[in-house]
C-alpha cells in the first residue's frame, strides 16, 4: 500500500488553509448579539491544555483495523461478494477514483488503506488530498488500483467509513470557521458511535475541532447523575478532588448557584449545562476569571457564535459527532480497455518477418522437454504483443516464443518451471512484479491455480536467450485483457 501520511494530525481552528467551502448541508445562521461579559478579567490559573484526550496513533490504528475487519465481516458473510464473483473475471485488472460529490474536509485514509488491504494486499492506493484538507465536489481524493473484484468488494466498506469521518470533519470545520476570531475551542463528546469513539475523536481533529475525554479512564467529570447518586453538590466534588490523583477534575453546573459552590470548592474547570447565552455571561461575570468554563447543551452550528461571543473558553459540542451528516463520497471504476478479439492466423500476418529459427540447445536434464510442433518462430522484439494476441484469441495448441531478455518475459507471470533447474528460478525471478498475464500464467501446483496457460523453458541459446512454449489448452477463451496496461506499470 503507498499512503502519504497526513502530516496536519491536529490542525488549528486559526489555520486559514483549513478554511473550506461550506458544505451545501451545513448552514451557519446569522448569530443574535449577546452583550459578551468584559474582557481582561485576571486570570492566575495554570496552564490547562485544551485536549483533555489525547489520540494515541498506535492505538488508533489498531482501532482502525478491528473496524474495518468487523465491517467487511457483516458485509461479506462466509459467501463474499457474490455478484463481483459472478461478473468480474479474477484476472481482471484495472483502477478506480476515490471522488467527494460535494464540498467538505476530508478524513479517511487509514480506513480506506485499511479497507482495499484487508480485501487484497494487491491494491494500491494513492491519495490526493490528505486528511484535514478541504474537497471540491468532483475532486478526486485517491486512486486505487488492482484487481477489479478486489476492488469492488472494499468499495462500500471503504466509502461508509470515509463519508461518515469526513462529514464529521465537514461539520466541525463548519463550527470552527463559525467562531473565527472569538479565541474559543471547539470540543467534541463521548456521543460517538459504539466502536468508533477514536476514528470520530481522529476526525474531530481534522476538522480543526478539539477532544474533550477520550473515555471514563482520563479526566473526572461531575454530572448531576454523580451528584445524585453522591448525595450532594459539595459532597460529590469534595470526594472527586480528594480522589483525582492528579487527573483533571470538571464539575457540571446548571445553575449560578451551583457555579458559586463549585467555585467556592476550588473547582478551575467547569462545564456550564443548558445555559443560554445571557446566562453564559451572568456565568462569565461571576466567575471573574476563577475558572475556566465550558459552555454545552443545545449548542448547534447556527447558535455556536452566540455562544462563542459570551466569553466562554470553550464550547462543548456533541452534534459535531452524533448527528453530523455524511460527506457524499463515491468510487468510479476505471477498468482497462479489451483488446478486441482476434484470430490467431490474423494476428501473425500482423506480425513482422521472423528471423532465422532460433533452434533451443541441448537443454539440462533438469529440464522435462518435450518435443515441439513445427511452428514459425516469432521475433523476440514482438513477443508482447504475440502472446497478447494468443491470449486475447482464445487460441488451441502450441506455440514457441523466443525470450531473450527480462523485457520478453515482462507479460507471463509465473512459470511452470522445474524448480530445481538455476536458469528457471532465474527467468522465475525475472518474471516476478506487475505483469500483463497476472493471474492467468500460474504455477501449476497453485490449488487455483488455472490450466488456460504453462509456461515451460525447453532450451538455451549461446546468447542467454531461452524458449518458452505457450500451451493454450481447448477450453473457454481466455480473459487476457491485460495488454492494455503496460503503459502504466
Same mark, same amino acid.
Given at each position: 500500500?503507498?499512503?502519504?501520511?497526513?502530516?496536519?494530525?491536529?490542525?488549528?481552528? +486559526?489555520?486559514?488553509?483549513?478554511?473550506?467551502?461550506?458544505?451545501?448541508?451545513?448552514?451557519?445562521?446569522?448569530?443574535?448579539?449577546?452583550?459578551?461579559?468584559?474582557?481582561?478579567?485576571?486570570?492566575?490559573?495554570?496552564?490547562?491544555?485544551?485536549?483533555?484526550? @489525547?489520540?494515541?496513533?498506535?492505538?488508533?490504528?489498531?482501532?482502525?483495523?478491528?473496524?474495518? =475487519?468487523?465491517?467487511?465481516?457483516?458485509?461479506?458473510?462466509?459467501? *463474499?461478494?457474490?455478484?463481483?464473483?459472478?461478473?468480474?473475471?479474477?484476472?481482471?485488472?484495472?483502477? =478506480?477514483?476515490?471522488?467527494?460529490?460535494?464540498?467538505?474536509?476530508?478524513?479517511?485514509?487509514?480506513?480506506?488503506?485499511?479497507?482495499?488491504?484487508?480485501?487484497?494486499?494487491?491494491?494500491?492506493?494513492?491519495?490526493? @488530498?490528505?486528511?484535514?484538507?478541504? @474537497?471540491?465536489?468532483?475532486?478526486?481524493?485517491?486512486?486505487?488500483?488492482?484487481?477489479?473484484?478486489?476492488?469492488?468488494? =472494499?468499495?462500500?466498506?471503504?466509502?461508509?467509513?470515509?463519508?461518515?469521518?469526513?462529514?464529521?470533519?465537514?461539520?466541525?470545520?463548519? =463550527?470552527?470557521?463559525?467562531?473565527?476570531?472569538?479565541?474559543?475551542?471547539?470540543?467534541?463528546?463521548?456521543?460517538?458511535?459504539?466502536?468508533?469513539? /477514536?476514528?470520530?475523536?481522529?476526525?474531530?481533529?481534522?476538522?480543526?475541532?478539539?477532544?474533550?475525554?477520550?473515555?471514563?479512564?482520563?479526566?473526572?467529570?461531575?454530572?448531576?447523575?454523580?451528584?445524585?447518586?453522591?448525595?450532594?453538590?459539595?459532597?460529590?466534588?469534595?470526594?472527586?478532588?480528594?480522589?483525582?490523583? *492528579?487527573?483533571?477534575?470538571?464539575?457540571?453546573?446548571?445553575?449560578?448557584?451551583?457555579?458559586?459552590?463549585?467555585?467556592?470548592?476550588?473547582?478551575?474547570?467547569?462545564?456550564?449545562?443548558?445555559?443560554?447565552?445571557?446566562?453564559?455571561?451572568?456565568?462569565?461575570?461571576?466567575?471573574?476569571?476563577?475558572?475556566?468554563?465550558?459552555?454545552?447543551?443545545?449548542?448547534?452550528?447556527?447558535?455556536?457564535?452566540?455562544?462563542?461571543?459570551?466569553?466562554?473558553?470553550?464550547?462543548?459540542?456533541?452534534?459535531?459527532?452524533?448527528?453530523?451528516?455524511?460527506?457524499?463520497?463515491?468510487?468510479?471504476?476505471?477498468?482497462?480497455?479489451?483488446?478486441?478479439?482476434?484470430?490467431?492466423?490474423?494476428?501473425?500476418?500482423?506480425?513482422?518477418?521472423?528471423?532465422?529459427?532460433?533452434?533451443?540447445?541441448?537443454?539440462?536434464?533438469?529440464?522435462?522437454?518435450?518435443?515441439?510442433?513445427?511452428?514459425?518462430?516469432?521475433?523476440?522484439?514482438?513477443?508482447?504483443?504475440?502472446?497478447?494476441?494468443?491470449?486475447?484469441?482464445?487460441?488451441?495448441?502450441?506455440?514457441?516464443?523466443?525470450?531473450?531478455?527480462?523485457?520478453?518475459?515482462?507479460? /507471463?507471470? +509465473?512459470?511452470?518451471?522445474?524448480?530445481?533447474?538455476?536458469?528457471?528460478?532465474?527467468?522465475?525471478?525475472?518474471?516476478?512484479?506487475?505483469? +500483463?498475464?497476472?493471474?492467468?500464467?500460474?504455477?501449476?501446483?497453485?490449488?487455483?491455480?488455472?490450466?488456460?496457460?504453462?509456461?515451460?523453458?525447453?532450451?538455451?541459446?549461446?546468447?542467454?536467450?531461452?524458449?518458452?512454449?505457450?500451451?493454450?489448452?481447448?477450453?473457454?477463451?481466455?480473459?487476457?485483457?491485460? *495488454?492494455?496496461?503496460?503503459?502504466?506499470?
Amino acid at each position: 500500500m503507498r499512503w502519504r501520511k497526513n502530516e496536519q494530525q491536529n490542525p488549528s481552528q +486559526d489555520n486559514p488553509s483549513l478554511s473550506s467551502p461550506q458544505s451545501s448541508h451545513v448552514d451557519v445562521a446569522a448569530p443574535a448579539v449577546v452583550e459578551a461579559a468584559p474582557a481582561g478579567i485576571p486570570s492566575n490559573l495554570p496552564d490547562m491544555p485544551v485536549n483533555t484526550g @489525547v489520540v494515541d496513533q498506535l492505538e488508533l490504528e489498531r482501532a482502525v483495523r478491528r473496524a474495518v =475487519a468487523r465491517a467487511l465481516a457483516e458485509d461479506l458473510g462466509d459467501r *463474499g461478494d457474490v455478484t463481483s464473483l459472478a461478473t468480474v473475471a479474477p484476472t481482471r485488472r484495472g483502477f =478506480a477514483e476515490v471522488v467527494a460529490r460535494r464540498d467538505g474536509v476530508f478524513c479517511g485514509t487509514q480506513v480506506i488503506l485499511a479497507s482495499f488491504s484487508q480485501v487484497d494486499a494487491r491494491v494500491t492506493v494513492d491519495f490526493e @488530498v490528505q486528511d484535514g484538507q478541504p @474537497v471540491r465536489g468532483g475532486q478526486v481524493i485517491a486512486t486505487v488500483a488492482g484487481p477489479l473484484r478486489s476492488i469492488l468488494t =472494499a468499495e462500500r466498506t471503504a466509502l461508509n467509513f470515509a463519508g461518515h469521518l469526513s462529514g464529521i470533519a465537514t461539520t466541525v470545520n463548519a =463550527a470552527v470557521e463559525a467562531v473565527r476570531g472569538t479565541g474559543v475551542a471547539i470540543r467534541d463528546t463521548r456521543k460517538t458511535t459504539p466502536g468508533l469513539r /477514536l476514528l470520530e475523536k481522529d476526525a474531530v481533529l481534522a476538522g480543526g475541532g478539539h477532544n474533550h475525554r477520550l473515555g471514563l479512564y482520563d479526566a473526572l467529570l461531575i454530572k448531576d447523575n454523580h451528584v445524585a447518586a453522591a448525595g450532594s453538590l459539595e459532597a460529590a466534588i469534595e470526594s472527586g478532588l480528594r480522589r483525582s490523583k *492528579g487527573r483533571r477534575v470538571q464539575v457540571e453546573v446548571t445553575s449560578l448557584e451551583e457555579l458559586e459552590t463549585a467555585l467556592s470548592l476550588g473547582v478551575t474547570d467547569i462545564l456550564l449545562d443548558n445555559f443560554t447565552p445571557e446566562g453564559c455571561v451572568d456565568a462569565v461575570r461571576a466567575t471573574a476569571g476563577r475558572a475556566r468554563l465550558e459552555a454545552s447543551g443545545t449548542i448547534s452550528i447556527a447558535n455556536v457564535r452566540e455562544y462563542a461571543r459570551t466569553g466562554v473558553d470553550r464550547i462543548a459540542m456533541g452534534s459535531i459527532t452524533h448527528s453530523a451528516p455524511w460527506l457524499d463520497i463515491a468510487l468510479d471504476v476505471r477498468p482497462a480497455p479489451v483488446e478486441p478479439v482476434q484470430s490467431l492466423s490474423s494476428l501473425a500476418a500482423t506480425l513482422p518477418a521472423a528471423p532465422a529459427p532460433l533452434v533451443p540447445a541441448e537443454p539440462p536434464a533438469a529440464f522435462d522437454v518435450q518435443e515441439p510442433a513445427e511452428a514459425d518462430p516469432v521475433a523476440s522484439s514482438d513477443t508482447d504483443a504475440f502472446v497478447d494476441g494468443v491470449s486475447n484469441a482464445g487460441a488451441f495448441g502450441d506455440v514457441f516464443v523466443p525470450v531473450h531478455d527480462e523485457d520478453d518475459v515482462a507479460g /507471463l507471470d +509465473d512459470a511452470d518451471l522445474d524448480a530445481d533447474n538455476t536458469d528457471a528460478d532465474n527467468v522465475v525471478d525475472a518474471l516476478l512484479g506487475d505483469s +500483463d498475464l497476472a493471474g492467468i500464467v500460474s504455477d501449476d501446483t497453485s490449488d487455483d491455480a488455472p490450466d488456460d496457460l504453462d509456461v515451460e523453458v525447453v532450451g538455451e541459446q549461446d546468447d542467454d536467450s531461452v524458449v518458452a512454449l505457450i500451451d493454450v489448452s481447448e477450453g473457454e477463451p481466455l480473459f487476457a485483457d491485460q *495488454g492494455s496496461d503496460r503503459d502504466d506499470r
